[in-house]
Nanobody
Framework: VQLQASGGGLVLAGGYLSLSCAAS????????MGWFRQAPGKEREFVAFINWSGAITYYADSVKGRFTISRDNAKNTVYLQMNSLKPEDTAVYYCAGQKIGQGVRSSSYDYWGQGTELTVSS
């Protein structure tokens, strides 16, 4: 499965942006999908995941209440709506797919997109 993330850009603090991640195969619909991010000089960190049906979502404390993960299995796409953006949200955002289970560890994901960069300016 190939994942293509898009939607990054430059946003002012307090603004919003939506990221998309398109999967190349229909098998995507059975995977848990996650978003991770990596800020300059820092380790990659978990942001959110959504299970195959969309019924279960989970967020890092740092984004809870501001970010929303969703998916459209008919379009093989997962989204990350980001509101009330802060400068500390600046990072490269990666989408990832997990064949079995639901996790917050990057090591449990099987497929990764190439990343899309978000810069939040104060």
């Amino acid at each position: 499965v190939q994942l293509q993330a898009s939607g990054g850009g430059l946003v002012l603090a307090g603004g919003y942006l939506s990221l998309s991640c398109a999967a190349s195969e229909r098998t995507f619909s059975g995977y848990t999908m996650g978003w991770f991010r990596q800020a300059p000089g820092k380790e990659r960190e978990f942001v959110a995941f959504i299970n195959w049906s969309g019924a279960i979502t989970y967020y890092a404390d740092s984004v809870k209440g501001r970010f929303t993960i969703s998916r459209d299995n008919a379009k093989n796409t997962v989204y990350l709506q980001m509101n009330s953006l802060k400068p500390e949200d600046t990072a490269v955002y990666y989408c990832a797919g997990q064949k079995i289970g639901q996790g917050v560890r990057s090591s449990s994901y099987d497929y990764w997109g190439q990343g899309t960069e978000l810069t939040v300016s104060s």
